[in-house]
């Protein structure tokens, strides 16, 4: 975000590139109307994207802005510790070519680096914030075909990659982003997007593992709402057969205004990257002329390719993960459907104690959520509290298994310790209506806590509400409802 409300990215609620068209201009200003006195907190430049992003839905623009600015409010986005030229913050990933943060790598021990972000290298093909393209815009490059999927999947959690990704993000946005509107801004030329460069060199079939695909729309959710239009364009090159496969269910996810800015190139790409970025800008292995030979790892910095050594680990600090304790969201393995991590927020308690949020159920198979509680809040032992009842009955089922498990940050998949052991619950426990079923227990250790419906049928297909509240940090307040 870019707002004075926000990020404190600005000081005037008016943008300093005027929008022309006739279409942009009577947009912001029926959007400022539809605002209110609450308009002169933005600037032209963020109502834009909202308003770009719905089409020019002005109700559909604010009810975006709106939940963005809550959920950056509920996670406490705006006290993330970013990297800047007044810190000595470390940085998340490789940095190359910029004034406000010197050339680096992610290394553990520096200041505010999460214990995550430094474990989670082991397992990225490799990412760097490499310098600017012709427009000005910062370019980040990421060696997707090294991906170790299988591995992110099973030893990093995804609340942990979330908070990450938005560390990454906010980094750019609030520091670079700045840079580039000083160094290549003029009053007639936005800089508010990245140039991004997906390398696909090595992807093969060993990578679609449906775990770290719903990672990866995780994080797709969140930026399509919480970061809409800071996307210029979207390279993806050396793109094989397996990524066709890869995008078609990618695809489904993204809305038709980012589909617009992604290029698929395969093998014949230099030339048109060339055509958008300067050479002595662009890595050779890409074909540019740059090789960052003064920094370890060169222009992308890789563990998984070995042209730097393995990351040290870092030693677990408190408090780690920016969207702990008001987190829930299906977990990565759920059947579950996968809404985006702002529909997942809880700003307050619901009429009856049980949200209205949906899960479905087939074959007997398992539906999963998590919750994360932070290293702080486990002190008092808080009291975990939750509700559910059956909402609709779709095929046969005579009831349902429930269970509570405890996994420890970055712990393998296939372990964890069982909170509330597992029991059954007939369809008769659970009414439509109602308080449904209440089951307590005490956080008494951090970590991820895996909530286990399964329906007692192998022909159950069940609907789902609950609610989960935890000692005043998650699910409680005044709100009525979502």
Not at 121 to 149: F, T
Not at 412 to 430: Q, R, W
Request: hydrophobic share 35%.
């Amino acid at each position: 975000m870019s707002s004075p409300a926000t990020t404190n990215s600005g000081s005037s609620t008016r943008s300093k590139h005027p929008y022309k068209e006739p279409k942009q201009i009577e947009g912001l200003k029926d959007f400022r109307a539809l605002l209110g006195p609450d308009n002169e907190k933005f600037d032209d430049g963020e109502l834009m994207r909202f308003l770009v992003a719905r089409s020019y839905d002005l109700p559909g623009a604010k009810a975006q802005l709106l939940a963005s600015l809550e959920w950056r409010k509920a996670n406490n986005v705006d006290d993330l510790p970013i990297p800047g030229p007044d810190n000595s913050n470390g940085v998340m990933y490789g940095v190359r070519g910029w004034h406000s943060v010197p050339d680096a790598n992610i290394e553990a021990g520096q200041p505010n680096v999460p214990e995550h972000a430094v474990r989670l290298q082991n397992y990225m093909g490799g990412s760097c914030l490499h310098k600017w393209d012709k427009a000005g815009r910062p370019i980040y490059i990421e060696r997707m075909g090294q991906h170790n999927v299988k591995g992110l999947a099973k030893y990093v959690t995804t609340p942990e990659l979330v908070d990450y990704h938005i560390r990454c993000s906010e980094f750019v946005h609030s520091t670079i982003m700045p840079e580039c509107e000083e160094r290549f801004g003029s009053e007639d030329k936005v800089i508010d997007k990245e140039t991004v460069i997906f390398d696909c060199t090595g992807m093969g079939f060993h990578q679609l593992h449906m775990d770290g695909l719903n990672m990866l729309r995780s994080l797709t959710d969140m930026d399509q709402k919480a970061y809409p239009e800071r996307l210029g364009k979207l390279f993806i090159v050396n793109s094989p057969y397996v990524f066709v496969k890869v995008y078609s269910m990618i695809k489904k996810w993204l809305d038709p205004g980012v589909i617009e800015k992604i290029h698929i190139l395969g093998k014949d790409y230099k030339s048109i990257l060339l055509d958008h970025i300067d050479p002595e800008n662009l890595p050779d292995f890409l074909g540019g002329e740059c090789t960052c030979s003064h920094m370890p790892g060169g222009c992308v910095p890789s563990v998984v390719m070995k042209n730097i050594k393995p990351v040290e680990k870092a030693a677990p600090a408190n408090n780690n993960l920016l969207a702990v304790p008001t987190y829930l969201r299906p977990r990565s393995s759920s059947t579950a459907s996968a809404n985006s991590i702002m529909d997942y927020v809880m700003p307050g308690k619901p009429k009856d104690g049980i949200f209205q949020m949906f899960s479905t159920m087939a074959h007997g198979k398992e539906c999963e959520y998590e919750i994360v509680v932070a290293d702080e809040d486990v002190e008092h032992e808080p009291e975990v509290v939750i509700k559910f009842r059956v909402k609709g009955i779709r095929a046969a089922c005579t009831g349902l298994n429930f269970t509570v498990a405890r996994f420890e940050f970055g712990e393998k998949a296939d372990h964890g310790t069982i909170v509330v052991p597992t029991k059954f619950y007939s369809l008769s426990e659970c009414p439509e209506d109602g308080e449904g079923i209440e089951i307590k227990f005490r956080a008494k250790a951090a970590g991820l806590y895996v909530l286990s419906w399964k329906p007692e049928s192998q022909r159950g297909l069940v609907q789902m509400e609950y609610g989960v509240t935890v000692d005043g940090i998650l699910g409680e307040g005044d709100a009525d409802s979502m």
